[in-house]
């Protein structure tokens, strides 16, 4: 039997990344899948509020999509949320090397957790990594 609960973890700060994260989350959400996704590394500093940096690209790609009024990722995960079963959880220790607090970061995600806790609950799911 296939499973209905797709895990994203993202680590990566590059636009094409980031926008495939958001893409893979919010269509799964919305197509009703369970989504858990794991922010850390250079993913976490753009969901600290008032981040209104712009992730770089890696290529022709993102720098096509930046010249295109494509919904920004962030706008992705916020509907994963809003319209489907996505939970996005920090990395609590991109949170600490980063010096950032619960407060300090989007209200959409969850509360901080750990990866070992994030992987046990990803254990009966696809996982995939950007």
């Known amino acids: 039997m296939a499973t209905s609960k797709v895990c994203v973890v993202v680590v990566s700060g590059t636009l094409e990344r980031l926008q ?16 858990l996704v794991f922010l850390s590394m250079n993913a976490l500093s753009y969901f600290v509020k ?13 720098a096509l999509m ?6 920004a990722f962030k706008m992705l995960f916020e509907q994963a949320v809003e319209l489907g079963d996505a939970k996005i959880f920090p990395c609590s220790m991109a949170m600490d090397v980063l010096g950032v607090e619960q407060e300090g970061i989007e209200d959409y995600l969850e509360n901080a957790t750990g990866l070992t ?14």
């Open 20 to 35: 495939m994260a958001a893409m893979v989350a919010s269509v799964a959400a919305v197509s009703g899948q369970e989504v």
């Open 50 to 62: 008032g981040d209104d940096s712009k992730a770089p690209h890696e290529g022709e790609m993102g």
């Open 66 to 71: 930046a010249d295109k009024k494509i919904p």
């Open 117 to 130: 806790k994030f992987l046990h609950d990803a254990q009966d799911g696809q996982v995939w990594t950007f």
